[in-house]
Every structure is written in structure tokens, then in C-alpha cells.
């Protein structure tokens, strides 16, 4: 019986070990890495957007970075995207992680990256 305390004890530290790892998993913000023009930003345009804003119908063309970039500016990307939620119009519609994305670009300066 010189061990029966150890022997109660090493349940108790492993169950301790797991219950602290099933701790740690955080989900990683988007906003914590860097967003990229290219990679992140054009793609949600190209499939999204500019089959209305561009050519010239529509205010704003965005086929480019300059059209994006200065609603980025003004301030009217992060409004009609984030703040209204209006665009694109219904029922047309972009995911959470897509305006997320936008956002998270938008604070990020717009950088064309
Ligand atoms: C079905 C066509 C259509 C689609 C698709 C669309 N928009 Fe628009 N958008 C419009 C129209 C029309 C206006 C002008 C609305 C008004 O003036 O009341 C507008 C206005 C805007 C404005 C304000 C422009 C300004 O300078 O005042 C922004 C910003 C904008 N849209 C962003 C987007 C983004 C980003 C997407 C893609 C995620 C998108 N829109 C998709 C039709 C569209």
C-alpha cells in the first residue's frame, strides 16, 4: 500500500492534462492576418459585383483597384456591405465570412496587395 496515493494521483494529473487542451482551441479571427487585394478581395468582386458595377450603368466600376479603392475611401463600401447589408441586392446574396473579409480589408487601409 506504500503507493496507493500515486497510484490515486496519475488519473487525476492525465484527466487535469486533457481538460486543459480541450481548452486552448480558438477560433482564429480573419481580421488577424493580413487581407489581400488580390487573393481575398478580387475574387468576391469578380464573382459578386461587377457584373452590375462596371461598363458604366451602375455607380462604381469595380473591375479594377482604382474603382474599389475609392469606395473604399468614401466610405461607401464598408457602409453598403457592413452597415446596411444591402449589397448586393436581393435576392442576390454574399456569406458573413465574405462581408468579414470586405471589412476586415476595408479597416485594413485597402491596400492593394
Ligand atoms: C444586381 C446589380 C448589383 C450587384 C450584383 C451589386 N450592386 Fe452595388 N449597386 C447597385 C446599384 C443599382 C447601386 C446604386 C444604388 C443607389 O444609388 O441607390 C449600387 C450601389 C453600390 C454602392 C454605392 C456606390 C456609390 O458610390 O454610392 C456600393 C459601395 C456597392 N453598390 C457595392 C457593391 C458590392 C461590393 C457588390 C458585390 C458584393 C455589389 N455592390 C453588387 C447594383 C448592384
Not at 36 to 64: A, K, M, V
Not at 65 to 78: C, F, Q, R, W
Not at 87 to 102: G, V
Request: hydrophobic share 30%.
Amino acid at each position: 500500500m506504500k503507493y496507493f496515493w500515486t497510484l490515486l494521483i496519475i488519473p487525476f494529473i492525465l484527466f487535469s492534462c486533457t481538460y486543459e487542451k480541450a481548452e486552448v482551441p480558438q477560433k482564429e479571427d480573419v481580421c488577424d492576418s493580413i487581407i489581400s487585394y488580390s487573393e481575398d478581395i478580387r475574387p468576391i468582386l469578380d464573382n459578386n459585383c461587377i457584373g452590375c458595377h462596371s461598363g458604366g450603368f451602375t455607380p462604381g466600376d469595380y473591375s479594377d483597384y482604382a474603382g474599389i479603392k475609392s469606395k473604399v475611401d468614401n466610405g461607401t463600401l464598408k457602409l453598403h456591405i457592413v452597415t446596411l447589408r444591402d449589397m448586393p441586392p436581393p435576392p442576390e446574396t454574399i456569406t458573413d465570412d465574405q462581408r468579414k473579409i470586405i471589412k476586415c480589408w476595408v479597416e485594413q487601409g485597402g491596400p492593394n496587395n
